[in-house]
T-cell receptor
Framework: SQQGEEDPQALSIQEGENATMNCSYK?????LQWYRQNSGRGLVHLIL?????REKHSGRLRVTLDTSKKSSSLLITASRAADTASYFC??????????FGAGTRLFVKA | NAGVTQTPKFQVLKTGQSMTLQCAQD?????MYWYRQDPGMGLRLIYY???????DKGEVPNGYNVSRLNKREFSLRLESAAPSQTSVYFC??????????????FGPGTRLTVL
């Protein structure tokens, strides 16, 4: 069973709008990461947030983590057409096994 | 730097055939991973190698074998391919891996179809 589950499964917005994706997980984690995948390509790492952190920023990306609710959100501000991709959360509970969710497909209309 | 490279990019097999997927990284990373990605699902870990000389099973290892040939190369072998192994296979590497504190760098993937 998947540790992380993203919501929504798909999201369509206009260029310039903000996009918010959520991730819920089932067991306690060491950290949570977000990755982006453009169509037909490999995954690219976006940001890592540790279990003792609540918020992290990287350029137009803002990630929050609520360990009490076992959830995380990824906010992309001022979306661009180039942000069109699938976004995955990935959780690690220790060791080398990172569990990926099924992803949110984001489509940004120009 | 090429990062993580995978060969081949596409492959079609018949049921029962065997093949090896190749992966190499030029970032001097210690840890390497093989995942499969199926429609509507996230990546699932097949095998990983924490460091040169070690390999361990992931979430879905059945039907696969791996070899960490050296620090750079990590291959995935399908001994007797089955239609259920039709998928996109990704290789990844990271500087380390314990507790998942290192980002993973992914290759472009191999799209495998088993008829």
């Amino acid at each position: 069973s998947q540790q992380g589950e993203e919501d929504p499964q798909a999201l369509s917005i206009q260029e310039g709008e903000n996009a918010t994706m959520n991730c819920s997980y089932k067991t306690s984690i060491n950290n949570l990461q977000w990755y982006r995948q453009n169509s037909g390509r490999g995954l690219v790492h976006l940001i890592l947030i540790r279990s003792n952190e609540r918020e992290k920023h990287s350029g137009r990306l803002r990630v929050t983590l609520d360990t009490s609710k076992k959830s995380s959100s990824l906010l992309i501000t001022a979306s661009r057409a180039a942000d069109t991709a699938s976004y995955f959360c990935a959780t690690n509970t220790g060791g080398f096994k990172t569990i990926f969710g099924a992803g949110t497909r984001l489509f940004v209309k120009a | 730097n090429a990062g993580v490279t995978q060969t081949p990019k596409f492959q079609v097999l018949k049921t029962g055939q065997s093949m090896t997927l190749q992966c190499a990284q030029d970032m001097n990373h210690n840890s390497m991973y093989w995942y499969r990605q199926d429609p509507g699902m996230g990546l699932r870990l097949i095998y990983y190698s924490a460091s040169e000389g070690t390999t361990d099973k992931g979430e879905v290892p059945n039907g696969y074998n791996v070899s960490r040939l050296n620090k750079r190369e990590f291959s995935l072998r399908l001994e007797s391919a089955a239609p259920s192994q039709t998928s996109v296979y990704f290789c990844a590497s990271s500087e380390g891996g314990g507790a998942g504190y290192y980002e993973q760098f992914f290759g472009p993937g191999t799209r495998l179809t088993v008829l």
